[in-house]
């Protein structure tokens, strides 16, 4: 089992351009969020969703744009990449009730 | 808003000594969930020990444990017998009951080990 696969780990962008991480899970797990991680920040929830079809804001969502066509699959989007997107973007997956977090290895990004 | 405020930005233990590490947290919840993750120099993202607020007994895992003070808002965790794989960046999160798995996470803690 592959777990939580985020694609690609690491990306440079120039600012305005567009890219979308990927993030893949093979849990069933019908939780998917997305995190941002920045020096002395800690992690902050960018959007997360609660099952297929269903999305929701977090606590950092401008800039960002996610869909959920299916249980797998949960991609964010950066339709015009700004420098303070620079950051280390992680993917995480929820088994219901639990609350623990299953977390992918994480996607470097640097937008210059 | 709940809040998670890890008040040591770094930590150092020896080798085979006891460290503790601090969270405090700000909720008006009475039923909650907190945890300990670990995250190495690869970056991946560990869940060390979660602790579920209804129960009174503190979670223990291996050489983890916490101390968790329900009155206080307090959780530190509290790691026995160090080991150099022990270091890392530790975050303490917190989780409201029912509907999502929307995690808050403290700034971290970064944890050296000394030979």
């Known amino acids: 089992n592959a777990g939580v696969t985020q694609t690609p780990k690491f990306q440079v962008l120039k600012t305005g351009q567009s890219m979308t991480l990927q993030c893949a899970q093979d849990m069933n797990h019908e939780y998917m969020s997305w995190y941002r991680q920045d020096p002395g920040m800690g992690l902050r929830l960018i959007h997360y969703?609660?099952?297929?079809?269903?999305?929701d804001q977090g606590e950092v969502p401008n800039g960002y744009n996610v869909s959920r066509s299916t249980t797998e699959d949960f991609p964010l989007r950066l339709l015009s990449a700004a420098p303070s997107q620079t950051s280390v973007y992680f993917c995480a997956v929820g088994r219901g009730g639990t609350g623990e977090l299953f977390f992918g290895e994480g996607s470097r990004l640097t937008v210059l | 808003a709940q809040t998670v405020t890890q008040s040591q930005p770094e930590m150092s233990v020896q080798e085979a000594e006891t460290v503790t590490l601090s969270c405090t947290y700000d909720t008006s919840e009475s039923d909650y969930y907190l945890f300990w993750y670990k995250q190495p120099p690869s970056r991946q993202m560990i869940l060390v020990i979660r602790?579920?607020?209804?129960?009174?007994q503190n979670a223990t895992e291996n050489r983890f444990s916490v101390n968790f003070q329900k009155a206080a808002k307090s959780f530190s965790l509290k790691i026995s017998d160090s080991q150099l794989g022990d270091a890392a960046m530790y975050f303490c999160a917190y989780r409201r009951p029912g509907g999502s798995e929307k995690l808050v996470f403290g700034k971290g803690t970064k944890l050296t080990v000394n030979p």
């Open positions: 602790q579920e607020a209804y129960k009174q």
């Open positions: 969703s609660v099952g297929a079809g269903i999305t």
